[in-house]
């Protein structure tokens, strides 16, 4: 019995999980689990030999969380900051949340770029003229996702033989979007200057959905009034049964 008791306080003793354990805790494989103590993401191990290590507890709560951000496609460099805040005893939920809302628009497969041109209906030539221009934005090269898709749908449809409508003239959404995202954001910047980041972080998230609720009401507004004029509709519709002939003057009794 005595000897039981002692292998019992061995059991008791050990400072930390052994590399089967916590992949088994984590379901990661150890190549990643290596790879995050390496950038500084796990804690170093206690070595109590060349073959023998033990890895803190505290590294299954840990490397899950990171496995959750990396799923939110977030880079190491971002998670690593928001572990020091972590550490200090600050609530990272809202700027995980943020990045969330930011960053995370990749629902569905993604195509790769021949399937994305028989997806949408253009060639890969016009798919590269798109880029240059500004006007297709994919998150990852030759990887289109779905709002790619309904992007590239309507530059089809809008740019189609007989249209008449060129990249130049598309070029203007590119302008004007740029130009409202950017006042968007220096709005934004002043709106949160002052806060608590975690208040901060909520604003954040509220702005952008009524900005673009303004934005729409303003668009439709605006729209409503210049399309109403007959100017716009003679410009618009130039078939001439639309519009009455001028009545031709009647002439006089000598035919004047």
């Known amino acids: 019995m005595p000897h039981l008791k002692k292998n019992n306080a061995k059991k008791q003793d050990k400072p ?34 060349r073959t023998m290590a033990y890895y803190d507890p505290i590294c299954v709560d840990r490397a899950a969380f990171i496995k959750k951000l990396q799923d939110l496609d977030m880079p190491l460099n971002k998670i690593r900051v928001l572990l020091d805040l972590k550490n200090k005893g600050l609530d990272v939920g809202p700027l995980v949340d943020l990045h969330q809302m930011v960053f995370e628009f990749r629902e569905g497969p993604r195509l790769t770029l021949d399937e994305y041109c028989t997806a949408t209906g253009l060639t890969p030539r016009q798919v590269g003229d798109l880029r ?15 709002e790619d898709v309904t992007a590239g749908l309507f530059y089809a449809w809008g740019i189609r033989e007989g249209s008449g409508i060129t990249l130049e003239d598309l070029a203007c959404l590119y302008q004007g979007t740029e130009e409202y995202v950017d006042q968007g954001i220096e709005l934004s910047i002043k709106a949160t200057r002052d806060m608590p ?7 954040k998230m509220e702005l952008p959905g009524s900005l673009s609720n303004i934005r729409n009401y303003l668009t439709r507004r605006i729209f409503r009034i210049k399309v109403s004029t007959k100017e716009h509709a003679r410009r618009s519709f130039t078939d001439d049964r639309l519009w009455p002939h001028p009545r031709k003057p009647k002439s006089g009794p000598d035919g004047k």
């Open 132 to 146: 240059d221009a500004g006007l297709l934005l994919p998150q990852e090269r030759n990887r289109f996702d779905n």
């Open 16 to 49: 930390g999980l052994r590399m089967n354990e916590l992949k088994a805790a984590t379901g990661l494989p150890r190549s990643t689990l290596v790879h995050w103590i390496k950038e500084g993401l796990l804690p170093e191990p206690v070595r109590t030999s």
């Open 197 to 203: 980041f975690d208040q901060a972080a909520r604003l």
